[in-house]
């Protein structure tokens, strides 16, 4: 028993004689929360300068090291992940929440010292800032940094904390009382935004208005970059019975920058106006379901942007990467409804793409907008260009081949007409008769013009809409400076803004209703038809259509395969402000052989898109070796990764 007990305390007394033990570490944070037990010979810390570039201005002059996260000294706070995030995070989240983010960061790393005691910054005003800022970092798949903890590292008013935007919240307040309430409420900046800045301005974006807005990519460019498509709706994600599809395109001319510009300024506006509870733009929302494609050509504008407002020339960034110009690479469906057009019995509504259109060179950004087309049921659209201040509409293939200038409208010229009129005519300057003024060549027709009889194309975007789908599509050209200067992008914006909102207003027009069987299931894919107008539309997935038209009186006529015929006459006033409602219910009857089914494109030939699957490559998830679907890093890592210090881990998401 005694020899137990000595050797329990050898082991004891060698245990002593091993090397000092180091000192226990204390988890950033902990010391000054009373979690860490501290050595009372230590020299306390004193309150020192505070000299961090970043933070002097500051309304203190004076902090204390170690600080709340445990760093040592200045040195090794200027070189830490959280300082270089602070110096950078204006960039990165393009402006917003700034000074914010920075000043309370600050805050941390440097809080202020009294008497040689540091006082926290209160963690009321780190909660209002991660309530207010969270969207802006969940847009760049960022995590909320750690340092930010508000529970952790930051006081209640009770236990005595310091506001480090007391200072910057009264001023901001006095800038508030001081405007007047003509000035708009909505801020947004006006400066070009590279295509990195243009992700991320959508997705922060939607972020804001998660609860009417939702980003998507349609595909992605011959490059790789994302054609990214921000939606706003009353229900994002989802399509509504008898809500109407619009869709707005801007630069699909890569050198045309101003409608990708306006296109980005008017997602910002209608999220931040619907917040501040704007009435006309709450309708606009509640009521459609808008997609917005900011740029159909990231590529070429890469390329235009390299060069800027004053060395770009009237060409270069025009085509994507494979030097396709995007307006000529769609099927020509036009040439093929001239050839049929004086058949009796032929649909020119859903022409189905020929065969041979994909032996030729197919644009991956012509490919990924035509089965966007094919996949919602758009009503209208506008496609936004640049050179000329005029709104143009289809047919933008002259009808003779040889007349490079020739009126060739559609069978709906006249509502096409009036699409342009809307556009140009709530346009500043669009459809006066300035003679002096760009455009002046258009004055006579106040700023609309068919396409054909301005200049003949084939291939082109607008004329595939119309005879491929239901969707009316006018072209806009907003401007003769194809790449203005940045200080003309404020009046540009303030000229077609109210252009933009009234086209916008403009789907809800003409008729709309659901087509249904007799016990009130929706049929999808059948033909409404108005008569003098040789051009149908069909029926959407749940069985309802909507049609642009006219005030006047219409005979409408509805049917499908399988189904009786059913008309009606419809007479939409002039006073009439939104779309009439006109419903229609078929009986089935015996499918019989009809002479149209040898002349009506049918649905199988209309559904074989792709048939050769060209583009496969396009649609494969990247796949490392083992199968696993490789992860990317967010942009913004290279900002971290290549400065020399330890990577912020901690900043990526689902860590």
Same mark, same amino acid.
């Given at each position: 028993?005694?020899?137990?007990?000595?050797?329990?305390?050898?082991?004891?007394?060698?245990?002593?004689?091993?090397?000092?033990?180091?000192?226990?570490?204390?988890?950033?944070?902990?010391?000054?929360?009373? =979690?860490?037990?501290?050595?009372?010979?230590?020299?306390?810390?004193?309150?020192?300068?505070?000299?961090?570039?970043?933070?002097?201005?500051?309304?203190?002059?004076?902090?204390?090291?170690?600080?709340?996260?445990?760093?040592?000294?200045?040195?090794?706070?200027?070189?830490?992940?959280?300082?270089?995030?602070?110096?950078?995070?204006?960039?990165?989240?393009?402006?917003?929440?700034?000074?914010?983010?920075?000043?309370?960061?600050? /805050?941390?790393?440097?809080?202020?010292?009294?008497?040689?005691?540091?006082?926290?910054?209160?963690?009321?005003?780190?909660?209002?800032?991660?309530?207010?800022?969270?969207?802006?970092?969940?847009?760049?798949?960022?995590?909320?940094?750690?340092?930010?903890?508000?529970? =952790?590292?930051?006081?209640?008013?009770?236990?005595?904390?310091?506001?480090?935007?007391?200072?910057?919240?009264?001023?901001?307040?006095?800038?508030?009382?001081?405007?007047?309430?003509?000035?708009?409420?909505?801020?947004?900046?006006?400066?070009?935004?590279?295509?990195?800045?243009?992700?991320?301005?959508?997705?922060?974006?939607?972020?804001?208005?998660?609860?009417? /807005?939702?980003?998507?990519?349609?595909?992605?460019?011959?490059?790789?970059?994302?054609?990214?498509?921000?939606?706003?709706?009353?229900?994002?994600?989802?399509?509504?019975?008898?809500?109407?599809?619009?869709?707005?395109?801007?630069?699909?001319?890569?050198?045309?920058?101003?409608?990708?510009?306006?296109?980005?300024?008017?997602?910002?506006?209608?999220?931040?106006? &619907?917040?501040?509870?704007?009435?006309?733009?709450?309708?606009?929302?509640?009521?459609?379901?808008?997609?917005?494609?900011?740029?159909?050509?990231?590529?070429?504008?890469?390329?235009?942007?390299?060069?800027?407002?004053?060395?770009?020339?009237?060409?270069?960034?025009?085509?994507?990467?494979?030097?396709?110009?995007?307006?000529?690479?769609?099927?020509?469906?036009?040439?093929?409804?001239? =050839?049929?057009?004086?058949?009796?019995?032929?649909?020119?509504?859903?022409?189905?793409?020929?065969?041979?259109?994909?032996?030729?060179?197919?644009?991956?950004?012509?490919?990924?907008?035509?089965?966007?087309?094919?996949?919602?049921?758009?009503?209208?659209?506008?496609?936004?260009?640049?050179?000329?201040?005029?709104?143009?509409?289809?047919?933008?293939?002259?009808?003779?081949?040889?007349?490079?200038?020739?009126?060739?409208?559609?069978?709906?010229?006249?509502?096409?007409?009036?699409?342009?009129?809307?556009?140009?005519?709530?346009?500043?300057?669009?459809?006066?008769?300035?003679?002096?003024?760009?455009?002046?060549?258009?004055?006579?027709?106040?700023?609309?013009?068919?396409?054909?009889?301005? &200049?003949?194309?084939?291939?082109?975007?607008?004329?595939?809409?119309?005879?491929?789908?239901?969707?009316?599509?006018?072209?806009?050209?907003?401007?003769?400076?194809?790449?203005?200067?940045?200080?003309?992008?404020?009046?540009?914006?303030?000229?077609?803004?109210?252009?933009?909102?009234?086209?916008?207003?403009?789907?809800?027009?003409?008729?709309?209703?659901?087509?249904?069987?007799?016990?009130?299931?929706?049929?999808?894919?059948?033909?409404?038809?108005?008569?003098?107008?040789?051009?149908?539309?069909?029926?959407?997935?749940?069985?309802?259509?909507? =049609?642009?038209?006219?005030?006047?009186?219409?005979?409408?006529?509805?049917?499908?395969?399988?189904?009786?015929?059913?008309?009606?006459?419809?007479?939409?006033?002039?006073?009439?402000?939104?779309?009439?409602?006109?419903?229609?219910?078929?009986?089935?009857?015996?499918?019989?052989?009809?002479?149209?089914?040898?002349?009506?494109?049918?649905?199988?030939?209309?559904?074989?898109?792709?048939?050769?699957?060209?583009?496969?490559? &396009?649609?494969?998830?990247?796949?490392?070796?083992?199968?696993?679907?490789?992860?990317?890093?967010?942009?913004?890592?290279?900002?971290?990764?290549?400065?020399?210090?330890?990577?912020?881990?901690?900043?990526?998401?689902?860590?």
């Amino acid at each position: 028993m005694r020899a137990g007990i000595l050797v329990l305390l050898l082991l004891s007394a060698e245990g002593c004689r091993c090397a000092p033990q180091p000192r226990q570490s204390c988890p950033p944070g902990d010391q000054f929360l009373g =979690r860490c037990s501290s050595n009372p010979y230590e020299e306390k810390p004193k309150c020192t300068e505070l000299n961090l570039g970043y933070c002097n201005d500051l309304e203190y002059s004076r902090t204390l090291f170690p600080n709340i996260l445990g760093h040592q000294s200045r040195v090794e706070t200027e070189s830490g992940a959280e300082y270089l995030l602070l110096s950078v995070i204006h960039g990165l989240l393009n402006g917003e929440c700034s000074p914010e983010i920075r000043l309370v960061g600050c /805050s941390v790393l440097a809080s202020p010292c009294q008497n040689d005691k540091m006082i926290r910054p209160c963690r009321s005003t780190c909660e209002a800032l991660r309530k207010d800022c969270a969207h802006a970092f969940e847009a760049i798949e960022m995590a909320w940094p750690y340092f930010l903890d508000c529970d =952790r590292f930051f006081a209640s008013d009770q236990e005595g904390c310091y506001d480090p935007l007391k200072r910057l919240k009264a001023r901001q307040e006095q800038a508030l009382s001081s405007l007047s309430p003509e000035e708009p409420s909505t801020i947004i900046q006006f400066t070009y935004a590279s295509n990195a800045q243009m992700y991320s301005i959508l997705k922060r974006t939607t972020a804001k208005c998660s609860h009417i /807005s939702h980003v998507y990519s349609i595909g992605r460019s011959i490059e790789g970059r994302d054609l990214l498509v921000i939606e706003f709706s009353s229900n994002p994600g989802q399509h509504e019975l008898l809500e109407p599809e619009i869709k707005l395109v801007g630069n699909m001319h890569g050198n045309e920058v101003l409608g990708r510009q306006l296109l980005i300024y008017l997602s910002q506006y209608l999220c931040s106006e &619907y917040l501040l509870g704007n009435q006309r733009i709450q309708t606009i929302i509640n009521t459609t379901r808008i997609h917005i494609l900011a740029s159909m050509n990231p590529d070429g504008y890469e390329l235009a942007a390299a060069e800027g407002h004053l060395l770009n020339s009237w060409t270069n960034g025009r085509t994507n990467a494979q030097n396709i110009d995007l307006n000529r690479n769609f099927p020509d469906l036009t040439s093929v409804f001239y =050839r049929n057009r004086r058949s009796r019995h032929y649909r020119i509504d859903h022409i189905p793409i020929p065969d041979a259109y994909w032996f030729g060179k197919v644009a991956p950004e012509t490919y990924a907008v035509m089965k966007w087309i094919r996949s919602l049921p758009f009503v209208q659209s506008a496609s936004l260009h640049g050179g000329e201040l005029v709104v143009s509409y289809p047919f933008d293939f002259s009808r003779h081949p040889q007349e490079e200038r020739m009126f060739s409208p559609t069978p709906d010229e006249q509502v096409f007409k009036q699409l342009a009129r809307t556009y140009a005519d709530a346009h500043a300057t669009m459809s006066n008769n300035d003679t002096e003024r760009c455009g002046a060549s258009f004055y006579r027709m106040r700023g609309i013009i068919n396409g054909a009889m301005w &200049y003949s194309f084939a291939g082109g975007m607008s004329d595939f809409n119309y005879l491929h789908s239901n969707c009316l599509e006018i072209t806009v050209e907003l401007g003769c400076d194809k790449f203005p200067a940045e200080a003309e992008l404020y009046p540009e914006w303030k000229q077609n803004k109210e252009a933009l909102l009234s086209f916008l207003e403009s789907v809800h027009r003409g008729l709309k209703g659901i087509v249904k069987d007799v016990d009130g299931n929706g049929i999808k894919g059948a033909t409404v038809s108005v008569r003098g107008i040789r051009k149908d539309v069909t029926t959407a997935e749940d069985g309802d259509y909507w =049609r642009l038209l006219n005030p006047g009186t219409h005979i409408l006529t509805a049917t499908a395969k399988g189904y009786s015929r059913v008309t009606k006459r419809v007479h939409l006033p002039h006073t009439m402000n939104k779309a009439g409602r006109v419903d229609f219910v078929l009986e089935k009857v015996p499918l019989e052989p009809d002479i149209d089914d040898h002349l009506f494109p049918t649905v199988d030939s209309w559904d074989r898109f792709d048939p050769y699957n060209q583009f496969e490559r &396009y649609t494969g998830p990247d796949v490392a070796e083992g199968g696993i679907e490789r992860q990317e890093k967010p942009w913004w890592w290279n900002y971290f990764s290549q400065s020399g210090i330890s990577p912020p881990n901690w900043l990526l998401r689902n860590i």
